[in-house]
C-alpha cells in the first residue's frame, strides 16, 4: 500500500533480534511488514537489552536502552521525540523492562511527546500490588493498547479497569504460507514417511514437553512411523541459571521410555526461512504448556495460521483460537489423552484434513499484510484520541490563562537573515543554508521592515534589514519577462526565470506597501520605479490569490498614488473577478470563492474589504464581511480556540476538515483580514477575533502549546496532531512578526485617534 499518509514515522520499542525471544521476533516482524505494505513510513527501533553491547543489532536499531539503567529510559524517550516520531509501538511483557516489575518503562512513557500504542504479550489474572500499579500506569499512559484475544480485552477491563474504547484486538500476525501437503517437505528432514509431529520455541519446564514424550510409547504402538520434533533453544534466561538441564532431563526421559529413534532434538533458534520449511513438514502441531493463565503465544499462532492441526493444553490463547473445531483441547499433563488425540488425528485423515483448512481458512486474517493495516487503523485511532485529550488539558488550562501581547523582537530574524536575503528554512532555530532563499519570504520580510518603521522601534536596525530584503526583490526581478524569480540556491543561483503568479503578486504587495507605508525616501522610490513594470500583465493571472495579493498591493500602493488610472482600472477588474467567482455558485452552507478551504484562506476576504473599502463598493464589502464571518466560524471550534484548517488535506465542501497540521500563515492572515475588517466597519468584535487568533501563537490553541518560542523570538513552522513543528523558518516567524506588529500598530491608533466612524 503506498501513498502519503498521517504516520510518517513510527518507533517500535522492545526487544528486537538478533535477540533469541519471541517478543524479539515480534518486534522484528512487524516492523517489516509495515516497511512492505507502507512505503512511506519510515521507522526506527528503539531495543531493549540486559547489558551494554550485547547484542550486534541491525541499522535500523539506532538507539539502545539498558534494561537497568533508569535514566537510559528517559534518555531514550528524548532519542524518540528528537526523530520527530508520529507514533511509538511498544512491545510489554513483565520482565522485558528494568526497574520493580519492569516500572522503568514509565520513565519513557512520560516523556514522550507523542501517541503511544502498546501491545501488551502478557495480561496477570491475579497481579501483586507492584504488577497491578505498573499496568495501571502503562494503560493511563497509552494512547491505545493492543491485546492478541477477546480474553485479554476481558481481562483489561475487569482487572485493571481499561476504558473499552482504548482496547484493539489485533491477532498475533504470522507469515503468508500456502495451503501444502507436509509430505512436500519431509525429505528436507529425512522422514519421508513418517508422521511428523513438531513443538517449537525456546525451551524451558512450563512448556510441558515431557508429557508428549510420556504419551509416544503409546502412540508408537498404534502408528509406529511417528517422529516428534522439539525445536528450539533454550531460554537464554533459564541457560543463564540452570544451564541445560531441562533439555537434558527430556533426553534422558526420551532415552527410559525407548523412544529416542522416535525423537529429534534441534537445539537452535531458527530464523523465518527455516522455520516455514519446518512447519510445512508438519503433520500436528503440539503445544502441551502447562500455565493456564498464557495469553499469547506466537507459535500456537503460526502453527494455526498455516494450516496445521493443532492439539493442545487449554491456556487462554488456545481455548480461543481452537474453538469450534479448529483444533483439539487436552487437559493439563494428559499423556494418555494426548496419545489418544493424536492417533485419532494420524487414523482419521479426513479428519485432520478438516481440521488444517478451518485453521487456515481463520489463518488469512492473521497473515502480518492483514495484520499491519489492523496496527494502522490503531495508530491513527491513537493520534485521534490523542489529539482530544490535548484539547482537552488545552481548555482546561486556557480557562486559567491571561495572554498579554509579547514585546516586538528581532532576534531570530536577525539569525536567519545575511547579507543576501532572509533563509526559507530552518532546523530547529539554525538557518538551513542549503534551502537557500525566496522571494516569497523575502516580500513579507520587506513588509514587515516597513510596518516597523511606523511604529519607531529598531530604526537602524529595519533600514538595514529592508535594504536588504529590498535589493533581493531587485534581484529577482527577470525584465526581460516582467517577472519575479521566485527561488535561488544559496550559491546565488537562481532556479527559475519566473516564478508563481502568486510569487509574483507577493512581490507586488511589498513593493506596493513600501510605496504607500514607507518613511524611507529611498525605499519609496525604488519601488514606485519597480512597480509600473512588475504590474504589467496581472491582469491574465488565473490564481485567485494572486488576484487577492495584488489587490491589496493596490490597496497600498494608492495611498500615495489615487490618481494612477491604470492602476485603479486594473483594481477594479480584479475585484469584478473575485466577487464574480464567489457569486458565482451561491449556497447558504458555503459562502466561499472556492469549494475547498485550503492555504491563506482570510487574503481572499481581506482582499475584498480593503478594494470594497479604497474604491467605495459596497457590495464588494459586503462580500468580505460575509464570507470572512462564514470563515470565522470555520475557524473557531466549539470551544471558540482559534483552530485553523490543517494543510494535511485542508478542508474540501461536503467532506470533514483536515485539523492538522496547522499552520501560523492561516493565523496572520485572519488576524490581518480582522483588523481590516475593523478598519472598515469599526465593530470592536473583530479585534477580539483577531486577538483570540494571534492568541493561538501563544498557546491558545487546541493543544495548549505556545509556537512562539521567547528563548530564541522564533516561532515554530506548525502543530502537528500531537506537538509542534520544532523547526522556526522565515514564513512561520514573518507570520507571528506581522501578527504581533499589525496589533501592535492597532493598538497605537486606538489611543491616539477617535474611531467614532470608519477610518482606513
Not at 514515522?9 to 516482524?29: E, H, L, R
Not at 526523530?83 to 528494568?98: M, P, R, S, Y
Not at 493596490?554 to 473577478?577: A, F, P, Q
Request: glycine share 6%; aromatic share 12%; hydrophobic share 40%.
Amino acid at each position: 500500500m503506498k501513498g502519503s499518509t498521517d504516520i510518517k514515522t513510527i518507533a517500535f520499542v522492545g526487544t528486537y533480534i538478533p535477540q533469541k525471544c519471541g517478543i524479539a521476533t515480534f518486534t522484528s516482524d512487524v516492523r517489516q511488514a509495515f516497511c512492505k505494505q507502507y512505503s512511506g513510513v519510515s521507522s526506527l527501533v528503539v531495543p531493549v537489552c540486559p547489558k551494554k553491547k550485547e547484542f550486534d543489532y541491525p541499522a535500523e536499531a539506532r538507539f539502545e536502552i539498558i534494561k537497568d539503567d533508569f535514566e537510559n529510559y528517559k534518555s531514550a524517550a528524548d532519542y524518540i521525540n528528537f526523530q520527530n516520531t508520529d507514533i511509538v509501538c511498544l512491545q510489554h511483557e513483565f520482565g522485558i523492562f528494568g526497574g520493580t516489575e519492569g516500572s522503568y518503562v514509565l520513565g519513557l512513557l512520560k516523556n514522550l511527546n507523542m501517541p503511544v500504542v502498546t501491545t501488551l504479550h502478557t495480561i496477570l489474572d491475579q497481579p501483586n500490588e507492584d504488577q497491578k500499579k505498573v499496568m495501571h500506569e502503562i494503560t493511563a499512559l497509552s494512547s491505545r493498547l493492543v491485546v492478541m484475544t477477546e480474553k485479554g480485552r476481558s481481562l483489561l477491563q475487569s482487572i485493571y479497569s481499561t476504558p473499552e474504547y482504548k482496547i484493539d484486538v489485533i491477532p498475533h500476525g504470522i507469515p503468508d504460507m500456502p495451503f501444502v501437503d507436509p509430505n512436500f517437505y519431509k525429505d528436507k528432514f529425512g522422514v519421508e514417511g513418517q508422521y511428523l509431529l513438531l513443538t517449537f520455541g525456546l525451551l524451558s519446564p512450563n512448556k510441558g514437553i515431557e508429557y508428549v514424550l510420556r504419551a509416544l510409547p503409546e502412540i508408537i504402538k498404534e502408528v509406529p512411523n511417528v517422529t516428534y520434533i522439539i525445536l528450539g533453544a533454550t531460554h537464554p534466561n533459564l541457560l543463564l541459571e540452570e544451564g541445560e538441564s531441562y533439555r537434558m532431563s527430556l533426553e534422558i526421559l526420551a532415552s527410559e521410555l525407548n523412544i529416542k529413534k522416535n525423537v529429534v532434538f534441534y537445539n537452535r533458534f531458527v530464523d523465518i526461512d527455516e522455520l516455514k520449511e519446518f512447519l510445512g513438514a508438519t503433520d500436528i502441531y503440539i503445544t502441551p504448556y502447562l500455565n493456564p493463565i498464557q495469553i499469547t503465544s506466537g507459535t500456537l499462532a503460526y502453527s494455526f495460521g498455516c494450516g496445521k492441526a493443532v492439539i493442545s493444553t487449554p491456556y487462554w490463547h488456545a481455548e480461543e483460537l481452537l474453538a469450534e473445531d479448529r483444533g483439539i483441547l487436552v487437559p493439563f499433563k494428559d499423556s494418555r489423552q494426548i496419545a489418544k488425540e493424536v492417533i485419532k488425528l494420524i487414523k482419521k485423515g479426513p479428519l485432520r484434513h478438516a481440521m488444517r483448512k478451518r485453521a487456515y481458512m481463520l489463518g488469512r486474517s492473521m497473515v502480518w499484510s492483514n495484520v499491519v493495516h489492523l496496527y494502522y487503523d490503531s495508530f491513527i485511532k491513537a493520534q485521534t484520541l490523542k489529539a482530544k485529550h490535548n484539547t482537552a488539558q488545552a481548555i482546561k488550562s486556557l480557562e486559567k490563562k491571561g495572554l498579554i501581547l509579547p514585546e516586538i523582537r528581532l532576534d531570530h530574524i536577525n539569525r536567519i537573515t545575511d547579507a543576501t536575503g532572509i533563509i526559507q528554512h530552518c532546523k530547529y532555530a539554525f538557518p538551513r543554508y542549503e534551502d537557500g532563499y525566496c522571494s516569497d519570504d523575502n516580500s513579507r520580510a520587506l513588509i514587515l521592515s516597513v510596518l516597523l518603521e511606523n511604529i519607531r522601534i529598531f530604526e537602524k536596525e529595519v533600514f538595514e534589514l529592508s535594504s536588504k530584503y529590498a535589493s533581493f526583490i531587485n534581484s529577482a526581478f527577470n525584465s526581460e519577462n516582467n517577472r519575479f524569480r521566485n527561488f535561488m540556491s544559496f550559491d546565488k543561483k537562481w532556479l527559475e526565470d519566473a516564478g508563481s503568479e502568486d510569487s509574483q503578486a507577493r512581490c507586488l504587495w511589498a513593493l506596493g506597501t513600501c510605496i504607500g507605508s514607507s518613511r524611507n525616501k529611498y525605499l519609496k522610490n525604488w519601488a514606485a520605479d519597480l512597480f509600473g513594470y512588475a504590474i504589467s500583465g496581472t491582469e491574465i493571472f488565473s490564481s485567485i490569490r494572486a488576484w487577492a495579493f495584488t489587490l491589496l498591493a493596490i490597496y497600498e500602493y494608492t495611498r500615495n498614488l489615487k490618481g494612477d488610472r491604470y492602476v485603479n482600472k486594473l483594481g477594479e477588474e480584479l475585484t469584478e473577478k473575485l466577487l464574480g467567482i464567489y457569486r458565482k455558485d451561491p449556497s447558504d452552507e458555503w459562502k466561499w470563492f472556492e469549494n475547498r478551504l485550503t492555504y491563506d484562506n482570510a487574503k481572499l476576504s481581506h482582499a475584498m474589504l480593503a478594494s470594497g473599502y479604497r474604491f467605495g463598493n459596497k457590495a464588494v464589502l459586503d462580500t468580505g464581511l460575509e464570507s470572512l464571518t462564514w470563515l470565522t466560524k470555520k475557524l473557531f471550534n466549539k470551544d471558540n480556540i482559534f483552530s485553523p484548517i490543517g494543510n494535511s488535506s485542508f478542508y474540501l465542501e461536503g467532506k470533514s476538515r483536515s485539523e492538522f497540521d496547522q499552520q501560523p500563515i492561516e493565523a496572520q492572515a485572519y488576524v490581518s483580514a480582522c483588523i481590516q475588517a475593523f478598519h472598515a466597519t469599526a465593530d470592536g468584535s473583530w479585534l477580539d477575533h483577531a486577538r483570540r487568533a494571534f492568541d493561538w501563537f501563544l498557546g491558545r490553541n487546541v493543544l495548549n502549546i505556545s509556537l512562539y518560542d521567547p528563548k530564541t523570538a522564533g516561532c515554530m513552522d506548525g502543530l502537528h496532531v500531537d506537538r509542534a513543528n520544532l523547526n522556526q523558518g522565515a514564513e512561520s516567524t514573518l507570520a507571528f512578526l506581522l501578527a504581533l506588529v499589525e496589533l501592535k500598530i492597532n493598538e497605537n491608533q486606538l489611543n491616539s485617534f477617535n474611531f467614532d466612524k470608519p477610518v482606513e
